[in-house]
């Protein structure tokens, strides 16, 4: 049986990576016509940037990093760190 702190972790780390296919996928979304998460905010990029920035923060915020103690502290936490922030100044804007 797989631990429920590791499950949780899948889970949210799935979470994370479905959001920011969407926010790095949005702007071709919208032009396609695709279903995009992000949507909702329109065509406004300060407003999708918003929703983008406060939905990955919230989700890290939910793995409970001390649970995971080195694989945390060297992988999960700078590597997500990276990728969102390479996503959310892909528009030329800081998050």
């Known amino acids: 049986m797989i631990d429920p702190g590791y499950r949780r972790l899948g889970y949210l780390l799935g979470r994370w990576a479905y959001l ?35 939905e990955l923060a919230r989700t890290m915020e939910s793995i409970e990093f001390t649970q995971f103690g080195v694989i945390a502290a060297n992988i999960i ?13 892909k528009d030329g804007q800081e998050p």
């Open 20 to 54: 920011a296919d969407a926010a790095d996928d949005r702007a071709r979304d919208l032009r396609r016509g695709h279903f995009n998460a992000f949507a909702a905010a329109g065509s406004d990029p300060a407003r999708a940037l918003q929703a983008t920035a406060a």
């Open 77 to 89: 936490i700078p590597g997500l760190a990276a990728v969102q922030a390479s996503i959310l100044r």
